[in-house]
């Protein structure tokens, strides 16, 4: 069954809402990841944070940034969202969120303060923290009673979201899921990827051979998954768990080339079928390499390929769908000419590994036949995800 992606709202460092995203995707603006003190001790980095105001939480339970990220989002694409409820009733309407923080960053602040005082701050509330907060304040704000949960998989949780919603809509317990995934900015994270020495100092540089790291940002991107077009569907998509070791990916990407194999069986189409990959492209030294040896050994040299995480930063539990949305904007009325998303980096091949096809400037999506481009998302604990959105069939 084809799913489409009917609507989309997205937040990130490049913006708010489509016109504005897609407006600085496809010109590479890499303006909004800034260096920024306070978040690791006696450290300056650059990080990917929304600095426009997001809008106040409608419940008084539920007051964390993550929640301000995802209602931001879900916002943009409230009228599609009622109409769907109208149409379907609550009952039949799911949630799959993916994140990573969740509320953590009110939890150590609400820990902070009791560490200090002997006492939690009034407003405090331990399950802020949960992982399945997200899903339970959508489901709360818009009184949903269809399946809503959380998946947190590290930087494939909201990419396994999408692939999750897609099968409640197989097996029939829905007929519109509202999925995507939201992450924030925290401590926690910076410090934890600063303590495994994976965070650069510079804006991060993917498939470099200067490349030394990553950069954290924040971010939400929301779709509304249904069985009707006309729109963009999700085609196919792919998943696979290697559990080569916690933190480092299989040196040979054998478990992203199982994941990028299994999208395309789904979607019964070949490797010369697609278009466009976006590169999950994080700029370590390992993921790197992983990856574009993968990539290399299954499309060959001259696929167009492009990480995006120099311009939003990775936002690790968000990256998945936020990529995703990355390429439905490559397939949608903000992308009249057709333009790819573009490769920011320093132009230095690592001499290393095979060369691919990096997008330029004013690179095209070809201007005939239906158009097909695959996401990818790797994570800890050897978690790969891969999806492929297109024009349907």
Excluded at 129 to 148: I, M, N, R, S, T
Excluded at 233 to 259: F, M, V
Excluded at 267 to 281: C, V
Aim: with cysteine; aromatic share 6%.
């Amino acid at each position: 069954m084809t799913a489409y992606l009917n609507a989309l709202g997205l937040v990130c460092a490049l913006g708010q809402g489509q016109a504005e995203v897609a407006r600085r995707l496809f010109a590479g603006d890499c303006s909004g990841m800034r260096a920024a003190h306070g978040w690791v001790p006696d450290r300056c980095l650059p990080v990917g944070a929304v600095d426009a105001p997001l809008p106040p939480l409608p419940l008084p339970t539920q007051q964390s940034r993550n929640n301000q990220l995802l209602y931001a989002a879900a916002l943009q694409i409230e009228p599609a969202i009622r109409q769907a409820i109208d149409r379907h009733g609550r009952q039949r309407i799911g949630i799959v969120l993916g994140t990573s923080t969740s509320g953590i960053a009110e939890a150590s602040s609400g820990i902070a303060d009791y560490l200090r005082s002997g006492q939690f701050p009034d407003d405090y509330r331990y399950d802020q923290q949960a992982l399945g907060a997200p899903a339970a304040f959508l489901a709360a704000w818009l009184q949903l009673e269809g399946p809503a949960y959380v998946i947190s998989t590290a930087c494939t949780s909201s990419g396994r979201a999408l692939l999750s919603a897609r099968r409640l809509l197989d097996l029939g317990l829905c007929d519109a899921v509202l999925c995507g995934g939201v992450d924030s900015l925290c401590g926690l994270t910076l410090n934890g990827f600063t303590a495994l020495e994976a965070v650069s100092a510079q804006r991060c540089n993917p498939l470099s051979v200067n490349r030394d790291g990553i950069n954290i940002g924040e971010a939400a991107a929301l779709f509304l998954m249904t069985r009707e077009g006309p729109g963009t569907a999700l085609l196919g998509a792919g998943a696979s768990s290697d559990a080569y070791h916690i933190s480092a990916p299989e040196p040979n990407g054998k478990g992203a080339l199982q994941a990028m194999g299994k999208a395309l069986d789904n979607a019964r189409l070949t490797p010369a079928q697609i278009d466009y990959l976006n590169l999950h492209g994080t700029a370590t030294a390992h993921n790197d390499a992983m990856e574009c040896r993968a990539v290399h050994h299954l499309f060959g040299a001259n696929l167009p390929c492009s990480s995006s995480k120099p311009m939003t930063g990775h936002t690790l539990g968000a990256a998945g769908a936020l990529e995703a949305a990355f390429c439905w904007l490559t397939l949608s009325e903000h992308n009249p000419h057709g333009l790819l998303p573009p490769h920011c980096w320093d132009g230095q091949h690592d001499p290393e590994l095979p060369r691919l096809t990096l997008v330029e400037a004013n690179h095209r999506l070809p201007g005939q036949g239906p158009r097909r481009l695959m996401s990818n998302s790797f994570a800890f604990g050897g978690n790969n995800v891969s999806l492929i959105l297109g024009d349907a069939p």
